[in-house]
């Protein structure tokens, strides 16, 4: 039953896609998600502008992917009532969000990285890297991991 309504709802559904309980999708209609798509309780994807998530992706708990943020220039006016800044997100495949990670607008983490707990991404990640920290760094890359064996 998920299926058929992802399904309906998604700008794309891909194959064996998991959406555990409490988790959310805004602005359905621009979300993509590729295959073997995991994303898991309490987390939120706000698609003010298109969000792409490719295959075998993990989001952990509580993640946060919003591709808009609020505009607040204008101090004489309530911040709700002033819009939003938009730009796409990419979360490219192989990619791990861990628990509590808040990917901003205009992000694209690259294929194969993994996002450590609690990071905030405000820039874009490449390929292959681990990242974390407030604002998430780049701290080794997995491809050299791999050779280190």
């Known amino acids: 039953m998920k299926r058929k309504y992802y399904s309906s709802v998604l700008a794309r559904c891909g194959a064996r ?19 073997d798509v995991y994303i898991n309780r ?4 706000t698609a003010r502008e298109t969000v792409k998530i490719g295959d075998n992706v993990l989001i952990g708990p509580n993640v946060v992917i919003d591709s808009g943020d609020h505009i607040f220039a204008d101090t004489d ?13 990419e979360i490219g495949q192989n990619v791990w969000l861990g628990a ?13 990285s993994v996002i450590g707990a609690g990071a ?26 791999e050779m280190e064996k």
């Open 17 to 35: 896609l998991t959406v555990c309980h409490g988790a959310t999708l805004r602005y359905p209609e621009r979300i993509h998600v590729g295959d």
């Open 42 to 45: 309490r987390a939120i994807v």
């Open 77 to 89: 006016r309530p911040i709700w009532r002033q819009g939003f800044r938009n730009s796409p997100v």
């Open 100 to 112: 509590n990670v808040t990917v901003l607008k205009g992000v694209s983490i690259g294929r194969g």
């Open 120 to 145: 905030v991404v405000t820039r874009d990640i490449p390929e292959y890297s681990v990242a974390h920290g407030v604002p998430a760094v780049v701290v080794r890359s997995r491809a050299t991991m």
